[in-house]
């Protein structure tokens, strides 16, 4: 394992769910993020950002990691769930809500 994967499955496994993204959750930096961030914060997840635009590495490094070309990208429990597109329809479904809970992650929405 590279020195990049293994900073990124150290992130990876530092919370339930994380996002990696372009901006941060306040200020995200592309609409894709921004939607991410929007669907997390309305199913009320608890979820940790990592901002690949501070780390050339790191954005390179998560496209890489999961080979994966696009950038948000989500992980739960450690498991990489997808992009934008593929969280936004679990989303509209309800799969989202469904899947953190059974993986066991808190949600304060309802």
């Known amino acids: 394992m590279t020195e990049v994967a293994e900073r990124i499955k150290s992130l990876v496994d530092q919370k339930d769910v994380v996002l990696f993204m372009k901006g941060t959750p306040t200020f995200p ?30 954005r390179q490094g998560i496209k890489d990691y999961n080979n994966w070309p696009t950038i948000p990208q989500i992980f739960v429990k450690g498991e ?31």
């Not at 894709?32 to 780390?55: H, P």
């Open 29 to 58: 930096q592309c609409g894709f993020s921004s939607t991410v961030v929007q669907i997390l914060d309305y199913i009320g997840a608890d979820y940790g950002a990592v901002n690949v635009l501070d780390d050339p590495d790191i």
């Open 80 to 110: 990489f769930i997808g992009g934008c597109d593929i969280v936004k329809e679990m989303f509209e479904t309800g799969e989202l809500r469904d899947l953190m809970t059974e993986k066991g992650v808190e949600l304060t929405a309802s």
